[in-house]
């Protein structure tokens, strides 16, 4: 599927036109390898985060073989300047422990991220989501781990807000539909209430583990592994809608999805281009970031939307 290379000077993918917030009439639904050579490389890239306005990016990176068991990454910073982005250089919280799953909140105050980082007072072993703040001048501070109504004695993924800034993430704890499920905690003044499982309309006995929430907290897209409709056991790329407080039935988003693991999707410029990660093939050994044009993808997939039936019609 992703036989076309091609750098972006930006994140609108170079013949996309954008008027007003509108990605004009040329668009191309093939997906393309996010910035060759800079970004994506021979290592493994597999989670990116940029900033609202476009001006910077985090992703995680790996020299471990795709498929390494425990595979150790850190997080690494990119600028872009006339246009070009910058070679990525260590993030100053990262690169003694295994970080990965970058998110930056939309103020560019706050960026979340997973580590297996150990964390005295709580006594954890296991991949727990961790925050860290800008500070005035404009570095970051020292990260902290959230507390036990987040993070669990299980592995925690995947975290991302919303516009109100309330948390979405993957978790491996008891109690959910499968080996890994997806959840959301509620924003408070003084930190998380709650976790909520999405339920099982998105979640499957064969695993969630990561995903991506669009501002306004109304389309979820995520991976799974071992659905029916998957082309690998390794994560396929899914999409569901909100409607009136319920989401519709997961759909494939065929034209991501390959016979390797495609993964940590991403939404950036405003919601209209869709990042992910993909090792394009079953042996795929490295992943690469990959960039479509989501506006036109997402229409696609809202015409065709199902709610799940109501249990009392069944």
Not at 52 to 60: I, N, Q, R
Not at 161 to 172: C, P, Q
Not at 196 to 215: A, M, Q, V
Not at 223 to 228: A, H, I, L, N
Request: hydrophobic share 30%.
């Amino acid at each position: 599927m992703h036989n076309f290379w091609r750098s972006y000077p930006s994140l609108v993918p170079m013949g996309l036109l954008v008027l007003g917030g509108c990605v004009g009439h040329l668009r191309d639904l093939t997906p393309h390898v996010f910035e060759p050579g800079t970004i994506s490389t021979p290592l493994v890239e597999y989670g990116i985060a940029f900033s609202s306005d476009g001006s910077e990016l985090y992703v995680a990176r790996s020299s471990d073989p795709w498929g390494t068991p425990r595979l150790k990454s850190a997080i690494y910073h990119s600028v872009r300047k006339n246009g070009k982005w910058a070679a990525p250089k260590l993030a100053s919280f990262s690169g003694t422990y295994n970080d990965g799953d970058p998110h930056l909140c939309p103020n560019g105050k706050t960026l979340y991220f997973t580590s297996d980082r150990p964390d005295v007072a709580a006594g954890n072993t296991s991949m727990d989501i961790w925050k860290v703040e800008r500070e005035p001048g404009g570095l970051w501070g020292s990260p902290t781990r959230l507390d036990q109504t987040i993070n669990s004695e299980a592995d925690e993924y995947s975290p991302r807000t919303d516009v109100d800034g309330n948390l979405y993430f993957a978790s491996a704890r008891e109690g959910g539909y499968g080996q890994g499920d997806l959840y959301w905690a509620k924003r408070h003044p003084d930190g998380f209430g709650k976790p909520f499982n999405l339920g099982k309309t998105i979640n499957s006995p064969t695993g969630e583990w990561n995903l991506e929430i669009d501002r306004e907290g109304n389309i979820l897209i995520f991976e799974s592994s071992g659905r029916e409709r998957n082309l690998s056991s390794y994560g396929d790329l899914y999409i569901s809608f909100k409607f009136n407080e319920e989401w519709s039935i997961p759909q494939a988003l065929t034209e991501l999805n390959t016979t390797g693991s495609d993964l940590n999707p991403e939404l950036a410029a405003n919601d209209t281009m869709l990042y992910y990660a993909s090792t394009d093939s079953l042996k795929g050994r490295i992943s690469h970031i990959y960039a479509i044009d989501f506006e036109e993808l997402c229409k696609r997939y809202k015409k065709i939307a199902v709610l799940p039936p109501d249990p009392g019609t069944e």
